[in-house]
Each structure stands twice: as structure tokens, then as C-alpha cells.
């Protein structure tokens, strides 16, 4: 089998995602290329060479410049934070290599708007990992939506809720950095649903939003004196939609008790769907037909459904980490067909176009456009 190897810049949270999804995909799907492990880069050399070891890297590296220029490495994954995210792009575009980059493409518009342009003049293959669209009960809402069977859309209502901030003693991490984050709740989560509506509903063309940061000093990694918070804690949005639908995009980290409630409600003319991460084998129908009509829980582990068959029998579940399976699978076979693959730095774009917008309005405190 033709193999591909891939080099992942980052060893973190989306590292660990992303290692174990191009280690299971050729284990459970037709694959046509075998993802080689071939190397992982991170700053800590103690800590990247353990995590080489535990996910079957082949070698390890602190210098992702280094790991760009090889020719024998045919794809970048970028799971590093975000303010690397726009030079490591660019580097593997010049070096042509494939790009697979971690959500929100870049910090800022303009380096999003960077590394589509360096992609495109280099004529790379791009993606942006949104893995909630692979989901099973996501794609089968699109493809429910796609259908007609919920009719025009009228709503979408988007909330991402997450609760591990709410501890004011929590350090100052990464994600509590612009310099390095871009924004907090904003770029981390609002994202997800902000793609999540582009994927289900269409795209989006004005905002009026409300940033809030609730604790503005924490504690320094290592406990070596506090740091000033200078991301937003929470992102609240109503959307207008091209296509006439409106919406409402919520994203935090100090929902106390939600731990990665994920979740979205679409409502048209002939019915609405309901899908919450937290319940990520589930897809909640409603179709209006009368008097008898009530809201229906869909198992979404049918072989019928989308990516099960390479799974388990109905019933058997699975989980968040099959997602970026599913991602990796979806890349692979773009890359056999050499075509883009969805989402991708188009969509990490558009999406950041959002972003932008949203942090426009909170500053104006008026309706802006994406
Ligand atoms: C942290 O909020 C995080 O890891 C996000 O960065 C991911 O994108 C999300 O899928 C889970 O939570």
C-alpha cells in the first residue's frame, strides 16, 4: 500500500487526538494510503520523546523548521497553539507539502487570510480539523437538512459550554494569552459552533456580540506571581444568516457543571434536529405531521449511518476521539482524488471572518458585518 508520511507539530490535547486517529484509521477503514507515523515535534524534547514513544512516532524533533524541510515528510498536522499556527502553514505551503491545520486556522483574519494564500500559490491541499462535523449524528443532520426534511431553516442555536476555567486559582495557561491564544472562549470554542452553522445552516453575514472576561488575573504557570487575563471568558452572538434563517452562538468556560456540552438546535418549517455532544451517539428529530408529532431520539450506530460501517454493530457507541478519525479518513481519500478536502483554509476563513466580526461588535457595541 502507498504509504504517507505525516509529521505532527504539537504533542498537547489536539496532539494526542490527532496521534491516535492516524494510528486507528487504517485499522478500521479502507484507506488508500497507510499513514506513517514518521515524526512528532514539540518544544519539550522530555516531553515529546515520551509522547513519540506512547503514540509509535517513528522519531521525535524540537524544531518544527526542521521537520517542514524534509522531504520526507508529505503532510504537516499543526496542533500547536495558535500564534504558530500561521508560520508553520506558510513554511509547509513553500515546502509543498500537505497541510492539516487545528481549529481556528490562525489568531487573527489576516493571518487566516495568509495562510489560505500561501496554500493556494503553492498549490496545496489544505484542511482545517472541525472533527464535530464528523460526528455521525452531525453528518446525518446535514444530510437530514440537505434533504428538505426540516424544510426552511428559521433557527439555528449554537451553545458550547465548558466549565474549566470557573476555578479562579486555574494558571494562566496558554489560552489565557492573546499573544499566543488570539482570543479565549471566542477562537477555542465559538469557533466549533461557528463552523457547525456555516456546515448546517449557510453562511453567515452579520453578528451583534458581547465579550466578558470574568476573572482578569490568574495565577502563573508555576505559581511564580499572577497574570493579567487579556482573552474573553465568554462569547455570546445573534447571527443573521445569507439565507434568511437568524441564530444565536453562545460559547463559555465558566458554564459550571457543563464539561464539553457542545450542542446545537435547528429549526424549520417542516421540523427541527437537536444533537448535543454530550449525547454524541443521539440525534433528536422532530418532523411536524400532525397531531401525533413528538421529538425522536435517533441511535446514530446504524451501518447505515455515516462512518458506523467501519465501526462497531448498532448499539455499540462510540466516541469524541472517532471524530478526528473520521477527519483523517475524509483527508486521506481528498488526497488519492487530489481534491481539497472540507473544511478547509476556505472554511478557516470564513470562519475567522466570524470571529473578526464578533470582536468588532463587542468593541462597537453595534451590528457588524462578517
Ligand atoms: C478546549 O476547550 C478544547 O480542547 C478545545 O480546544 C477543542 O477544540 C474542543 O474540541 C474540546 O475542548
Known amino acids: 500500500m502507498r504509504k504517507l508520511n505525516i509529521a505532527l507539530i504539537g504533542y498537547?490535547?489536539?496532539g494526542r487526538a490527532h496521534s491516535?486517529?492516524?494510528?486507528?484509521?487504517?485499522?478500521f477503514f479502507d484507506v488508500p494510503f497507510e499513514p506513517v507515523l514518521k515524526i512528532i515535534c514539540g518544544r519539550d524534547e522530555t516531553a515529546v520523546s515520551k509522547v513519540a514513544v506512547k503514540f509509535g512516532w517513528q522519531e521525535y524533533s524540537t524544531s518544527w523548521e526542521e521537520v517542514v524541510a524534509r522531504r520526507d515528510v508529505d503532510l504537516i498536522d499543526i496542533c500547536s497553539p495558535g500564534h504558530t499556527h500561521a508560520p508553520i502553514a506558510v513554511a509547509a505551503a513553500q515546502a509543498k507539502k500537505i497541510i492539516f491545520c487545528e481549529k481556528p486556522l490562525a489568531n487573527t483574519l489576516g493571518e487566516a487570510e495568509e495562510m489560505l494564500a500561501a496554500a493556494r500559490a503553492n498549490n496545496c491541499l489544505h484542511m482545517i480539523c472541525h472533527n464535530y462535523r464528523?460526528?455521525?449524528?452531525?453528518?446525518?443532520?446535514r444530510e437530514l437538512i440537505s434533504g428538505g426534511h426540516i424544510g426552511d431553516i428559521y433557527h439555528y442555536r449554537g451553545t458550547y459550554l465548558q466549565d474549566w476555567l470557573v476555578d479562579p486559582n486555574f494558571a494562566?495557561?496558554?489560552?489565557l494569552d492573546k499573544a499566543k491564544a488570539g482570543s479565549g472562549a471566542l477562537g477555542d470554542l465559538f469557533s466549533h459552533s461557528t463552523d457547525l452553522a456555516r456546515y448546517l445552516v449557510g453562511e453567515i453575514t452579520e453578528v451583534s456580540a458581547l465579550l466578558k472576561t470574568f476573572i482578569t488575573e490568574r495565577p502563573m504557570p508555576g505559581g511564580q506571581g499572577v497574570a493579567k487575563v487579556d482573552v474573553d471568558d465568554a462569547a455570546l452572538s445573534i447571527v443573521k444568516f445569507e439565507n434568511g434563517a437568524i441564530g444565536t452562538i453562545e460559547a463559555t468556560r465558566y458554564a459550571t457543571g457543563r464539561k464539553n456540552y457542545n450542542r446545537f438546535e435547528i429549526n424549520g418549517s417542516r421540523g427541527s434536529v437537536a444533537f448535543n455532544l454530550e449525547r454524541m451517539n443521539e440525534l433528536e428529530l422532530y418532523i411536524n405531521e400532525g397531531p401525533e408529532s413528538g421529538f425522536k431520539t435517533i441511535q446514530v450506530t446504524n451501518k447505515a449511518h455515516p462512518y458506523i460501517k467501519g465501526w462497531w454493530p448498532p448499539g455499540h457507541i462510540i466516541g469524541y476521539e472517532h471524530t478526528f478519525t473520521h477527519t483523517v479518513l475524509d483527508l486521506l481519500k481528498a488526497v488519492d482524488e487530489q481534491r481539497l478536502p472540507t473544511p478547509n483554509f476556505e472554511?478557516?476563513?470564513?470562519?475567522?471572518?466570524?470571529?473578526?466580526?464578533v470582536e468588532r461588535s463587542a468593541q462597537s457595541q453595534r451590528w457588524e458585518s462578517v
Open 134 to 141: 464528523r460526528a455521525p449524528a452531525v453528518s446525518l443532520a
Open 172 to 175: 494562566a495557561v496558554w489560552r
Open 12 to 14: 498537547g490535547f489536539m
Open 20 to 27: 491516535n486517529a492516524w494510528r486507528q484509521v487504517r485499522s
Open 347 to 357: 472554511d478557516g476563513v470564513k470562519n475567522q471572518r466570524v470571529l473578526d466580526a
